[in-house]
Protein backbone atom coordinates (compact mmCIF):
# COMPACT_ATOMS: atom_id res chain seq x y z
CA UNK A 1 0.00 0.00 0.00
CA UNK A 2 1.27 3.28 -0.86
CA UNK A 3 2.28 5.82 1.56
CA UNK A 4 1.01 9.32 0.02
CA UNK A 5 -2.76 9.71 -0.50
CA UNK A 6 -2.13 11.65 -3.32
CA UNK A 7 -0.36 11.09 -6.35
CA UNK A 8 -0.12 13.90 -9.34
CA UNK A 9 1.57 13.10 -12.58
CA UNK A 10 2.14 15.17 -15.63
CA UNK A 11 -0.83 17.66 -14.21
CA UNK A 12 -1.55 20.61 -16.66
CA UNK A 13 -4.40 22.95 -16.59
CA UNK A 14 -5.51 25.82 -18.43
CA UNK A 15 -7.66 28.79 -18.33
CA UNK A 16 -8.20 29.69 -22.19
CA UNK A 17 -4.57 30.24 -23.68
CA UNK A 18 -2.92 30.75 -20.02
CA UNK A 19 -1.30 28.05 -18.43
CA UNK A 20 -1.91 28.26 -15.06
CA UNK A 21 -1.00 24.67 -14.10
CA UNK A 22 2.58 23.25 -15.78
CA UNK A 23 3.30 19.72 -15.74
CA UNK A 24 2.65 19.21 -11.88
CA UNK A 25 4.59 16.18 -10.38
CA UNK A 26 3.62 16.06 -6.74
CA UNK A 27 2.86 13.68 -3.91
CA UNK A 28 1.08 14.10 -0.99
CA UNK A 29 2.10 12.31 2.21
CA UNK A 30 -0.84 10.20 4.42
CA UNK A 31 -1.35 11.39 8.20
CA UNK A 32 0.71 14.11 7.71
CA UNK A 33 0.86 18.13 6.65
CA UNK A 34 1.70 19.50 3.14
CA UNK A 35 1.52 23.27 2.92
CA UNK A 36 1.91 24.80 -0.21
CA UNK A 37 3.61 28.04 -0.82
CA UNK A 38 3.87 31.14 -3.44
CA UNK A 39 3.41 34.05 -4.49
CA UNK A 40 0.19 35.27 -5.17
CA UNK A 41 -0.99 33.92 -8.53
CA UNK A 42 1.77 31.14 -8.24
CA UNK A 43 -1.18 28.33 -8.42
CA UNK A 44 -1.44 27.16 -5.36
CA UNK A 45 -5.46 27.23 -4.89
CA UNK A 46 -6.30 26.01 -8.29
CA UNK A 47 -3.59 23.32 -7.68
CA UNK A 48 -5.64 22.29 -4.11
CA UNK A 49 -9.11 22.22 -6.02
CA UNK A 50 -8.04 20.17 -8.18
CA UNK A 51 -7.47 17.66 -5.27
CA UNK A 52 -11.34 17.06 -4.52
CA UNK A 53 -12.76 17.79 -8.29
CA UNK A 54 -13.43 21.34 -7.69
CA UNK A 55 -11.20 22.18 -10.35
CA UNK A 56 -11.23 20.28 -13.78
CA UNK A 57 -7.89 19.73 -15.22
CA UNK A 58 -7.00 19.97 -18.91
CA UNK A 59 -4.43 16.11 -18.77
CA UNK A 60 -2.19 14.68 -16.40
CA UNK A 61 -3.49 12.21 -13.45
CA UNK A 62 -4.29 12.02 -9.95
CA UNK A 63 -4.67 9.01 -7.72
CA UNK A 64 -6.23 9.51 -4.84
CA UNK A 65 -6.94 6.76 -1.95
CA UNK A 66 -4.99 4.27 -5.09
CA UNK A 67 -7.32 5.35 -7.59
CA UNK A 68 -6.28 6.88 -10.56
CA UNK A 69 -8.54 9.68 -12.36
CA UNK A 70 -8.39 11.03 -15.24
CA UNK A 71 -9.14 14.33 -16.49
CA UNK A 72 -12.57 15.37 -15.52
CA UNK A 73 -14.06 12.41 -14.82
CA UNK A 74 -17.30 13.37 -12.99
CA UNK A 75 -18.63 10.04 -11.88
CA UNK A 76 -15.38 9.04 -10.02
CA UNK A 77 -15.14 12.42 -8.53
CA UNK A 78 -18.56 12.14 -6.91
CA UNK A 79 -17.52 9.06 -4.98
CA UNK A 80 -14.18 10.38 -3.98
CA UNK A 81 -15.48 13.66 -2.68
CA UNK A 82 -17.48 11.92 -0.23
CA UNK A 83 -13.82 11.21 1.58
CA UNK A 84 -12.41 14.70 1.27
CA UNK A 85 -13.45 17.67 3.45
CA UNK A 86 -12.60 21.11 2.32
CA UNK A 87 -12.39 24.88 3.79
CA UNK A 88 -12.52 28.02 1.83
CA UNK A 89 -11.83 31.74 1.99
CA UNK A 90 -15.38 32.25 2.10
CA UNK A 91 -17.32 30.53 4.93
CA UNK A 92 -20.34 29.76 2.30
CA UNK A 93 -22.78 28.65 5.05
CA UNK A 94 -26.37 28.64 4.39
CA UNK A 95 -27.63 32.48 5.88
CA UNK A 96 -31.10 30.44 6.30
CA UNK A 97 -29.63 28.10 8.72
CA UNK A 98 -29.00 27.93 11.81
CA UNK A 99 -25.11 26.73 13.11
CA UNK A 100 -26.26 23.45 14.05
CA UNK A 101 -28.87 22.53 10.42
CA UNK A 102 -25.56 23.93 8.31
CA UNK A 103 -23.61 21.51 10.25
CA UNK A 104 -25.76 18.29 10.21
CA UNK A 105 -26.77 18.70 6.11
CA UNK A 106 -24.48 16.76 4.81
CA UNK A 107 -23.90 14.13 7.08
CA UNK A 108 -27.97 13.50 7.56
CA UNK A 109 -28.77 14.06 3.61
CA UNK A 110 -25.68 13.07 2.04
CA UNK A 111 -24.31 10.08 4.24
CA UNK A 112 -27.80 8.85 5.73
CA UNK A 113 -25.93 8.77 9.16
CA UNK A 114 -28.06 8.75 12.31
CA UNK A 115 -29.79 12.20 13.65
CA UNK A 116 -28.78 11.48 17.24
CA UNK A 117 -24.98 10.13 16.55
CA UNK A 118 -24.68 13.11 14.38
CA UNK A 119 -25.82 16.08 16.86
CA UNK A 120 -24.13 14.17 19.31
CA UNK A 121 -20.30 14.77 16.80
CA UNK A 122 -21.99 18.01 16.14
CA UNK A 123 -22.21 19.20 19.54
CA UNK A 124 -18.79 17.87 20.56
CA UNK A 125 -16.87 19.31 17.36
CA UNK A 126 -18.56 23.20 18.45
CA UNK A 127 -17.34 22.13 21.58
CA UNK A 128 -13.41 21.66 20.45
CA UNK A 129 -13.94 24.80 18.91
CA UNK A 130 -15.61 27.38 21.19
CA UNK A 131 -18.95 27.79 20.11
CA UNK A 132 -20.87 25.35 22.09
CA UNK A 133 -23.46 28.38 22.79
CA UNK A 134 -23.84 29.57 19.05
CA UNK A 135 -25.62 26.08 18.10
CA UNK A 136 -29.00 28.11 17.36
CA UNK A 137 -27.45 30.93 16.10
CA UNK A 138 -27.59 32.14 12.17
CA UNK A 139 -23.95 33.47 10.19
CA UNK A 140 -25.79 36.75 10.51
CA UNK A 141 -25.28 36.93 13.96
CA UNK A 142 -21.34 35.50 13.89
CA UNK A 143 -18.06 36.98 13.32
CA UNK A 144 -16.17 36.04 10.79
CA UNK A 145 -13.59 33.93 13.12
CA UNK A 146 -16.70 32.16 14.20
CA UNK A 147 -18.28 31.62 10.60
CA UNK A 148 -14.96 30.07 9.72
CA UNK A 149 -15.02 27.85 12.84
CA UNK A 150 -18.54 26.39 11.58
CA UNK A 151 -17.03 25.75 8.08
CA UNK A 152 -14.12 23.52 9.61
CA UNK A 153 -16.13 21.67 11.67
CA UNK A 154 -19.13 21.23 8.86
CA UNK A 155 -16.26 19.70 7.05
CA UNK A 156 -14.74 17.32 9.96
CA UNK A 157 -18.36 15.79 11.02
CA UNK A 158 -18.31 14.77 7.76
CA UNK A 159 -15.31 12.08 8.88
CA UNK A 160 -12.94 13.39 6.03
CA UNK A 161 -9.91 10.67 4.79
CA UNK A 162 -8.53 14.25 3.64
CA UNK A 163 -9.03 17.93 4.45
CA UNK A 164 -8.04 21.03 2.12
CA UNK A 165 -8.00 24.15 3.33
CA UNK A 166 -7.92 27.06 1.24
CA UNK A 167 -6.54 30.51 3.04
CA UNK A 168 -8.73 29.57 5.47
CA UNK A 169 -7.42 33.02 7.79
CA UNK A 170 -6.64 35.29 4.38
CA UNK A 171 -10.62 37.63 5.24
CA UNK A 172 -10.19 37.40 8.95
CA UNK A 173 -9.17 40.28 10.91
CA UNK A 174 -5.52 39.71 12.86
CA UNK A 175 -7.02 38.80 15.84
CA UNK A 176 -9.59 36.17 14.99
CA UNK A 177 -6.19 34.40 13.07
CA UNK A 178 -5.02 33.38 15.68
CA UNK A 179 -7.57 31.32 16.85
CA UNK A 180 -8.39 29.33 13.52
CA UNK A 181 -4.52 28.62 13.16
CA UNK A 182 -5.03 26.72 16.56
CA UNK A 183 -7.25 24.55 15.43
CA UNK A 184 -5.60 23.62 12.40
CA UNK A 185 -2.42 23.11 14.98
CA UNK A 186 -4.72 20.64 16.98
CA UNK A 187 -5.60 18.40 13.39
CA UNK A 188 -2.30 18.75 12.83
CA UNK A 189 -1.39 16.70 15.74
CA UNK A 190 -4.27 14.16 15.21
CA UNK A 191 -2.62 12.65 12.29
CA UNK A 192 -5.71 13.51 10.02
CA UNK A 193 -3.57 14.34 6.36
CA UNK A 194 -3.67 17.72 5.21
CA UNK A 195 -2.95 20.01 2.45
CA UNK A 196 -3.00 23.66 3.14
CA UNK A 197 -2.64 26.55 1.60
CA UNK A 198 -1.46 29.71 3.62
CA UNK A 199 0.55 32.79 3.26
CA UNK A 200 0.90 32.54 7.49
CA UNK A 201 4.56 31.92 7.33
CA UNK A 202 5.44 31.55 11.27
CA UNK A 203 2.01 28.71 11.35
CA UNK A 204 3.56 27.13 8.46
CA UNK A 205 6.90 26.06 9.46
CA UNK A 206 5.11 25.01 12.74
CA UNK A 207 3.13 22.53 10.93
CA UNK A 208 4.73 21.83 7.55
CA UNK A 209 5.63 17.80 7.12
CA UNK A 210 5.92 18.90 3.81
CA UNK A 211 6.37 21.85 1.63
CA UNK A 212 5.44 22.34 -2.18
CA UNK A 213 6.80 25.79 -3.00
CA UNK A 214 5.41 26.99 -6.48
CA UNK A 215 5.71 30.16 -8.76
CA UNK A 216 4.01 30.95 -12.48
CA UNK A 217 1.90 27.31 -12.47
CA UNK A 218 5.55 25.35 -11.86
CA UNK A 219 7.04 23.68 -8.49
CA UNK A 220 10.10 25.47 -7.84
CA UNK A 221 10.82 23.47 -4.84
CA UNK A 222 9.26 20.69 -2.52
CA UNK A 223 10.62 18.71 0.03
CA UNK A 224 10.69 18.54 3.83
CA UNK A 225 9.24 21.33 5.96
CA UNK A 226 12.19 21.94 8.11
CA UNK A 227 14.68 21.73 5.40
CA UNK A 228 12.87 24.35 2.76
CA UNK A 229 12.15 26.92 6.00
CA UNK A 230 15.79 26.46 7.37
CA UNK A 231 17.50 25.87 4.21
CA UNK A 232 15.85 26.39 0.88
CA UNK A 233 17.63 24.69 -2.13
CA UNK A 234 16.68 27.29 -4.66
CA UNK A 235 17.50 31.07 -4.85
CA UNK A 236 13.60 31.70 -5.76
CA UNK A 237 12.19 30.07 -2.38
CA UNK A 238 15.34 31.72 -0.55
CA UNK A 239 13.62 35.10 -1.88
CA UNK A 240 10.12 34.40 -1.24
CA UNK A 241 11.07 33.81 2.42
CA UNK A 242 13.03 36.73 2.89
CA UNK A 243 10.10 39.07 1.54
CA UNK A 244 8.17 37.31 3.96
CA UNK A 245 10.44 38.85 6.27
CA UNK A 246 10.36 35.23 7.91
Same mark, same amino acid.
Given at each position: ???????????????????????????? &?????????????????????????????????????? /????????????????????????????????????????????????????????????????????????????????????????????? &??????????????????????????????????????????????????????? /??????????????????????????? /?????
Amino acid at each position: MSEHLIEVRNLNKFYGKKKVLDEINVTI &PKNKVTVLLGPSGSGKSTMIRTFNGLEPFNSGTITLFG /ETIAANNKKQWAIIQTRIGMVFQSYDLFPNMTVIKNILLGPLKVQKRSREEVIKKARDLLKEVGLEDYENAYPRELSGGQKQRVAIVRALILN &PELMLFDEVTASLDPEMVRGILDILKNLANQNLTMVIVTHEMNFARQVADKVIFL /ENGKIIEQGDGQSFFENPTTKRAEAFL /ESMSF
